[in-house]
């Protein structure tokens, strides 16, 4: 039998046991009151058998039924029950009941061959004449060893049924109540032990949807409240261990969604189980969508896909370098089984962009290729005109005067790339510091503009300042970013050919305002605006064009400690526009 409750396990069989010990005791005692009331009858109609001969025994010594027939109607009204005196050879010579001269001979009736054979005879059975089941009982009247006749009483058993069937249902209802006061009492006990358990069950339940701050009082001190304490002490002990699992993977999580490096995981089937944010970049991937899918279908690169297979078949770490295609990206891959055993298959991928260090690689070269190529010119200059002034020049004075002054500008021209140097080198470092304060724009960009209108004059040039009214104040260090705008409106002009214009200008935007140079120059190409502010850096490859090449990387780096930003947008032919931002003063 199952059970939904522990409530219906305790009270239902603790009804049902008291129900069937109290149905077999009422049957037993109905059986028993049945029995002894019918023993008691019996006894009782023995007796007045018995009475009925002794009273008969004259009548019957002397043959005279009329006699007998008369003191059977007077013994049955004496006793109340049917008395009849039968003759030695079986017939009815008497009956309380009924007219004797109508019954049948009744010398093989049980009860009297039971009386005649062992001295009393008892029978049950249906009778004809009364129409229902009576109860009798016989006794051998004798003188001596003589036989006179048979005395025997009578009664209905319908009154034995009535009062066993009386007794039957005052038994039943005091059976039914007592099982109705065991299920109550079952039920209350049922109750008090369940009450606890689903308190618990509750408290488990509350636990596996993750409240682990729950806690119940233990109400007693039996096998629940023990248990009550011990789950008490279970709560406490997952809520630090889920506490310490969760800074734990909080930090694992913060570290790999924030570190530099790309990381991939996949399973024994080179499925993709995680990627990190950083992988995503590297290898351009969409942000959602992957988990699941193969390997191959992800990043679609056989090098990549090859260090992961040799990875998942070898069960040892891969370390190679990768290029990925037209990109030109440059990784050092590493691919690391999780665990040793063949059976878990996972599989590490680390990405580390060795881009980076390419450019720096590459920048490193082109800086020192130019400050070679730019240093090249000035030296060979000097040593040209230091062997012309050996070879005689000397003693030609005007042409000696005319090579020293040579000697004297490139002299100059290697000072100021010595002094460019030492300044940008000092800005990057932070060493010059920058002095902020609310300044006027106009302050800031005309009189830079206006010292180089003679140049551009010179160049054949028009230079424009457009400054709009109403312009914030900006918070500046007026010498530096003036500057800024020396730098850039120099650089317009010299990459702006004759009847060419250049125009500064500036508008507002949010909490900054954007100053502009535009030039109808020859423009720059597309690839080589990204680089236009590293230093020494010329757009123009044949480095026909005079300066040092520092000019916009000074620029750059004083924005930025502006707290600004610089940028060009050009189209070849068409000119070029600079733009640094500043901010507004607050």
């Given at each position: 039998m199952a059970f939904k409750s522990i409530r219906a396990r305790i009270a239902i069989p603790y009804a049902l046991l008291i129900a069937a010990a109290m149905l077999g005791i009422a049957l037993y005692v109905a059986r028993y009151a049945h029995d002894t009331y019918l023993e008691n009858l019996t006894s009782r109609l023995t007796g007045e058998a018995q009475l009925a001969g002794e009273l008969a025994r004259p009548a019957l010594q002397a043959a005279d039924r009329e006699r007998v027939r008369q003191m059977a109607g007077e013994i049955g009204a004496l006793t109340g029950a049917r008395v009849t005196l039968i003759g030695a050879d079986g017939q009815v010579w008497g009956d309380s009941a009924v007219d004797p001269a109508g019954l049948a001979n009744h010398l093989?009736?049980?009860?009297?061959?039971?009386?005649?054979?062992?001295?009393?005879?008892?029978?049950?059975?249906?009778?004809?004449?009364?129409?229902?089941?009576?109860?009798?009982?016989?006794?051998?009247?004798?003188?001596?060893?003589?036989?006179?006749?048979?005395?025997?009483?009578?009664?209905?058993?319908?009154?034995?049924?009535?009062?066993?069937?009386?007794?039957?249902?005052?038994?039943?209802?005091?059976?039914?109540?007592?099982?109705?006061?065991?299920?109550?009492?079952?039920?209350?006990?049922?109750?008090?032990?369940?009450?606890?358990?689903?308190?618990?069950?509750?408290?488990?339940?509350r636990m596996a949807e993750g409240d682990l701050a729950v806690h119940v009082l233990p109400h007693s001190v039996d096998e629940v409240g023990a248990l009550t304490r011990d789950l008490n002490a279970m709560a406490g002990r997952l809520r630090e261990t889920i506490r310490a699992l969760e800074h734990e993977r909080s930090e694992?999580?913060?570290?790999?969604?924030?570190?530099?490096?790309?990381?991939?995981?996949?399973d024994a089937d080179a499925r993709v189980r995680m990627v990190n944010p950083s992988a995503r970049r590297m290898l351009n991937l969409p942000a959602q969508g992957l988990v699941g899918r193969s390997f191959a279908q992800v990043v679609r690169d056989h090098q990549l896909i090859g260090v992961l297979q040799d990875c998942l078949r070898d069960r040892e770490e891969q370390v190679e370098l990768v290029e990925l295609g037209q990109r030109r990206l440059f990784f050092q891959v590493i691919a690391t089984p999780l665990r040793t055993d063949a059976e878990s298959g996972a599989c590490l991928m680390v990405l580390q962009d060795l881009g980076q260090i390419k450019r720096l690689e590459t920048i490193r070269r082109e800086f020192m290729s130019n400050i070679s190529h730019e240093l090249r010119t000035p030296l060979a200059s000097l040593r040209a005109l230091a062997d012309t002034l050996r070879e005689g020049a000397l003693e030609d004075p005007p042409a000696a005067l005319h090579f020293l002054d040579l000697v004297d500008a490139e002299v100059d021209t290697l000072t100021q790339m010595v002094r460019e140097l030492q300044e940008l080198s000092r800005i990057e470092s932070?060493?010059?510091?920058?002095?902020?304060?609310?300044?006027?724009?106009?302050?800031?960009?005309?009189?830079?503009?206006?010292?180089?209108?003679?140049?551009?004059?010179?160049?054949?040039?028009?230079?424009?300042?457009?400054?709009?009214?109403?312009?914030?104040?900006i918070l500046a260090d007026v010498d530096r970013l003036g500057q800024v705008v020396t730098n850039v409106v120099h650089n317009a002009i010299k990459y702006t050919p004759e009847g060419g214009r250049v125009r500064v200008s500036a508008s507002p935007a949010e909490g900054r305002v954007i100053v502009s140079v535009a030039d109808t120059g020859q423009g720059i190409a597309r690839e080589a605006l990204p680089r236009i502010f590293e230093r020494f850096?010329?757009?123009?490859?044949?480095?026909?064009?005079?300066?040092?090449?520092?000019?916009?990387?000074?620029?750059?780096?004083?924005?930025?400690?502006?707290?600004?930003?610089?940028?060009?947008?050009?189209?070849?032919?068409?000119?070029?526009?600079?733009?640094?931002?500043?901010?507004?003063?607050?």
């Open positions: 093989y009736r049980p009860e009297v061959q039971q009386a005649l054979h062992e001295g009393r005879g008892v029978a049950t059975r249906y009778s004809e004449t009364a129409e229902q089941e009576m109860l009798y009982v016989a006794v051998p009247v004798r003188d001596g060893d003589a036989l006179l006749g048979i005395a025997r009483a009578s009664v209905a058993l319908r009154d034995i049924d009535r009062d066993v069937g009386r007794l039957r249902r005052n038994v039943a209802l005091a059976a039914g109540a007592i099982v109705l006061l065991a299920l109550l009492l079952g039920y209350g006990i049922a109750e008090a032990t369940a009450r606890p358990i689903r308190r618990l069950t509750g408290v488990v339940q694992s999580a913060a570290i790999v969604e924030h570190m530099a490096d790309g990381i991939i995981i996949t932070g060493q010059v510091p920058m002095v902020l304060a609310p300044v006027v724009l106009a302050d800031v960009i005309v009189p830079s503009v206006e010292r180089l209108r003679p140049q551009a004059e010179r160049a054949g040039l028009t230079l424009e300042i457009a400054l709009p009214e109403g312009l914030p104040m850096y010329r757009a123009d490859p044949s480095r026909t064009g005079r300066g040092t090449g520092l000019g916009l990387a000074i620029a750059k780096h004083i924005v930025q400690a502006h707290g600004g930003e610089i940028w060009a947008e050009s189209t070849e032919g068409q000119g070029s526009t600079f733009y640094f931002s500043v901010l507004v003063a607050g």
